[in-house]
T-cell receptor
Framework: DQQVKQNSPSLSVQEGRISILNCDYT??????FLWYKKYPAEGPTFLIS?????DKNEDGRFTVFLNKSAKHLSLHIVPSQPGDSAVYFC????????????FGKGMKLTVNP | EAGVAQSPRYKIIEKRQSVAFWCNPI?????LYWYQQILGQGPKLLIQ????????DSQLPKDRFSAERLKGVDSTLKIQPAKLEDSAVYLC???????????????FGEGSRLTVL
């Protein structure tokens, strides 16, 4: 049973355009959501997060939107840069529970120069 | 600040052999995690330690996998005997306990890639 779903395995965008990465979750107990970025042969690195008490969090070129009623979140990257090319993982946790992170399968973003 | 250290980076073994992975978390991080990432999938939690104690090992195949965290710092993950389906990257992560607003951010090591032939 996949609690965090990233239904699109890949996305290709032009440099300077917007990249939108989507994520859906099924567990209503999740109250904290994170995006991780992973380059080949490296461990995932934290990118941005959002608590369920908010619907938007912005950090430079990265913005995460949370729609709790739809159990959906998205990551917007504007403008996209070639260095953003990586695999992006959506993750969620239940802060009131074990705090363990549950990850989606990941989505490969390619930003073309 | 030093990151999460893992070794070895790569290991190739034959099925039914044993293997051990080592992790040194970020100094001061009480929580340590071992994740398994199979190619094309997201990381899956195997075991979570809070200091010396196990918080969650519900997805650890206990007939072949074992993990320990002595003195609440370093940790080892062992597989014995290995199966072909254990081929994966084993990621160690550590964290500080979060708050309701900040949540828990995990810091990952580079991972140990295991190939079972």
């Amino acid at each position: 049973d996949q609690q965090v779903k990233q239904n699109s395995p890949s996305l290709s965008v032009q440099e300077g355009r917007i990249s939108i990465l989507n994520c859906d979750y099924t567990n209503s107990m999740f109250d904290y959501f994170l995006w991780y970025k992973k380059y080949p042969a490296e461990g995932p690195t934290f990118l941005i997060s959002i608590s369920s008490i908010k619907d938007k969090n912005e950090d430079g070129r990265f913005t995460v939107f949370l729609n709790k009623s739809a159990k959906h979140l998205s990551l917007h990257i504007v403008p996209s840069q070639p260095g953003d090319s990586a695999v992006y993982f959506c993750a969620a946790s239940d802060q009131g529970g074990s705090e363990k992170l549950v990850f989606g399968k990941g989505m490969k973003l390619t930003v073309n120069p | 600040e030093a990151g999460v250290a893992q070794s070895p980076r790569y290991k190739i073994i034959e099925k039914r052999q044993s293997v051990a992975f080592w992790c040194n978390p970020i100094s001061g991080h009480a929580t340590l995690y071992w994740y398994q990432q199979i190619l094309g999938q997201g990381p899956k939690l195997l075991i979570q330690f809070q200091n010396n104690g196990v918080v969650d090992d519900s997805q650890l195949p206990k007939d072949r996998f074992s993990a320990e965290r002595l003195k609440g710092v370093d940790s080892t993950l062992k597989i014995q005997p290995a199966k072909l389906e254990d081929s994966a990257v084993y990621l160690c992560a550590s964290s500080l306990r979060g708050t309701l607003n900040t949540g828990v951010e995990l810091f990952f090591g580079e991972g140990s890639r295991l190939t079972v032939l």
